[in-house]
């Protein structure tokens, strides 16, 4: 499909070391992706979905022990080990292919290699990145069919040089122990191996978009980060947009897609979609510009329903891979906690077994939910009802506030806005976030997880703080950056804030900041919102309950500066001395 030699010299190369039976190009025709579905169907990879109420949506399942990214056999493999940094997990990239090598040999024997030619970005346009993902998996296919734009026209369109992604992906043998996710930046490669899960094998997304994406961006001048994109419409037509760090579910989905309150729908207010997960930022005319690289939506499903985000449920509609759902045989759907309360019957849990929902534990969800915590679908970004007109747009969006966000019970309020750029990104990099179902290992303990970014970023995390400075410096109208938290609990450990599409209200009042319309309150950690300026027309919430949700304790936050201390000791010698003094400053106001 393509004359660059490079790609076909490299493939050959990947062809000896695995050893398929034979090598197959997707082309990204319709006919091909049907014959693969009906070949996935036929081996039991793919359950093909109730076609009259689900059209054209599959189910799939991975291993009992596969679902989930796991950030401990991530790797970064620079040549120098201070360049991947102390929070990366490093191997010496000789050792690495050595020792990968042994798991690649002979594993695609007998199997079909699949080259699938994909875009980040728009194809052709000059902020697109290209890479070639090569995969044993048609479930990895066909994701990423629908994640990126891929097929004929991206390998025509791709440079005739050795500048795309080189990503190899095998299944293997999906033994936990040998699982690796590793990256090589100076050398545009991903190796995955072990894996047959979401963002471990998905490699244009957290791997290339993120990891490989932060480190190019480093090197050429702009930011690859863990953000949604969205355009606040007013009545007058205008739209402003806004990009949001979370950490991984966390909301980026649910903001990305939210449905106005009554009160600023009557009015004629709309929130469009760019992104939900991934933004590429560059400079340009003195502002910053955003553009999303991805085609689709790799979404939490658990939660998502008519009233918490109808936008993203009718997306799924149709032509939607769900991964680790429930699979309702009674009308052969598909259910998932939260999607209603009607939890079916007659129901195939997760892990392939017959389901009994009376015995469900909020307790132990992992064990007795129907659908996995990280349960996911794969739909594609052109059937959303609220896909913004500029998604397409290879120019991007530009940006008027960055908005970082986190789940802390306490401390947090609900939204701060920085004094300035720098210290808005000493506010993103001392991000903290209860951990999630969205990677293996521990749930809901406190860690930092700067900009939203801890398993993501390509390089040390020092060096990507200094370059967020940077970016700073080389944008004359630099975006307003907040701090937002919807996740603060009352005493028996319920959410104070409604959230969803009420999460509105704060964007409404980070615009009008931005716009210089509203006054705020200056405190030791940045501008909080007077009660008043938080419109709460229509909802059940106190003065009172507002004034606890914008409050900012500070022994709480001074708990927490030593906390931040070990934290950057443990980033290590190139924490930029900005950040420092941004430190020492909080501490000084917190007094
Ligand atoms: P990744 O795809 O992993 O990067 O996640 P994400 O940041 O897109 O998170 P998502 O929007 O899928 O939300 C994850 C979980 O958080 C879901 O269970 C949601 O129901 C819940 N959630 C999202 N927004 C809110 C909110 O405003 N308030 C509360 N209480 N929960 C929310
Ligand atoms: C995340 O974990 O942030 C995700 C899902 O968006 S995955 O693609 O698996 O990384
Ligand atoms: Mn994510």
């Given at each position: 499909m393509t004359s660059n030699k490079y790609i076909n010299q490299w493939i050959d190369e990947m062809a000896a070391l695995t050893k398929p039976e034979k090598i197959v190009w997707i082309d990204g025709s319709e006919e091909q992706t049907v014959a693969l579905r009906e070949e996935a169907c036929s081996s039991g990879e793919l359950i093909r979905l109730n076609q009259d109420l689900l059209p054209n949506c599959y189910l799939h399942r991975t291993a009992v022990n596969d679902v989930a990214r796991v950030e401990g056999r991530t790797f970064i493999c620079t040549r120098k080990k201070e360049d991947a940094g102390n929070i990366n997990n490093w191997m010496d990239p000789v050792e690495c292919y050595a020792k990968l090598k042994k798991l690649y040999d002979g594993s695609m024997k007998g199997e079909t290699m699949y080259v699938i030619p994909y875009a980040m970005g728009q194809v052709g346009s000059d902020f697109a990145k290209y890479g070639i993902e090569l995969t044993d998996s048609i479930y990895v296919v066909l994701n990423m069919l629908i994640m990126t734009r891929a097929g004929r026209a991206v390998a025509e369109a791709m440079p005739q040089d050795d500048s795309f992604v080189k990503g190899l992906h095998a299944k293997g043998t999906l033994d936990p122990e040998n699982r690796y996710i590793c990256h090589f930046p100076e050398d545009n490669t991903i190796w995955s191996v072990n894996s047959a899960y979401g963002g471990n094998v998905l490699l244009g997304k957290k791997c290339f978009a993120l990891r490989i994406a932060s480190y190019l961006g480093r090197k050429e001048g702009w930011l690859a980060e863990h953000m949604l994109i969205l355009g606040l419409e007013n009545p007058e037509g205008e739209i402003k947009y806004i990009s949001a760090a979370f950490p991984s579910a966390c909301g980026k989905t649910n903001l990305a897609m939210l449905i106005p309150p009554e009160y600023y729908k009557k009015k004629g207010y709309k929130i469009w979609t760019v992104g939900d997960d991934i933004a590429w930022l560059r400079v340009k005319d003195g502002r910053l510009w955003a553009i999303n690289p991805e085609n689709g939506f790799f979404g939490v499903a658990p939660g998502t329903n008519e009233h918490s985000n109808p936008n993203a449920l009718h997306t799924t509609e149709r032509d939607t891979i769900f991964t680790n759902v429930a699979h309702n045989?009674?009308?052969n759907t598909v259910w998932w906690e939260g999607l209603n309360d009607n939890p079916p019957t007659n129901c195939i849990n997760w892990k392939g077994e017959k389901w009994d929902y009376r015995k469900y534990d909020k307790a132990d969800k992992i064990n007795t939910s129907a659908a996995h915590p990280n349960s996911r679908f794969t739909a594609m970004a052109k059937n959303c009802p609220c896909i913004s007109s500029e998604f397409d747009n290879p120019a991007g969006v530009p940006i008027s506030a960055i908005v970082f966000g986190g789940r802390r019970a306490?401390?947090?309020?609900l939204v701060y806005q920085s004094f300035n750029w720098q210290h808005g990104a000493f506010v993103g990099s001392i991000m903290a976030s209860e951990t999630t179902a969205a990677a293996a290992g521990a749930l809901g303990v406190v860690r930092r997880d700067p900009m939203a970014m801890r398993p993501f970023v390509g390089y040390d995390m020092g060096d990507y703080w200094a370059h967020w400075l940077d970016m700073g410096k080389r944008i004359a109208n630099p975006p307003k950056i907040f701090h937002v938290n919807w996740f603060r609990t009352d005493d028996e450990g319920h959410f104070i804030w409604p959230g969803f599409g009420d999460n509105m209200r704060v964007l409404m009042w980070i615009l009008a900041r931005c716009e210089g319309k509203v006054g705020a309150k200056e405190t030791a950690i940045g501008y909080v919102p007077n009660p008043e300026d938080i419109n709460v027309e229509g909802l059940d919430i106190s003065r009172e309950t507002l004034e606890t949700l914008l409050s900012v304790d500070a022994d709480a936050w001074k708990e927490d500066i030593a906390n931040i201390k070990e934290f950057y000791a443990q980033v290590g010698a190139r924490v930029p001395k900005e950040m420092y003094e941004e430190l020492a400053a909080l501490e000084k106001r917190l007094g």
């Open positions: 045989l009674d009308n306490k401390t947090a309020p």
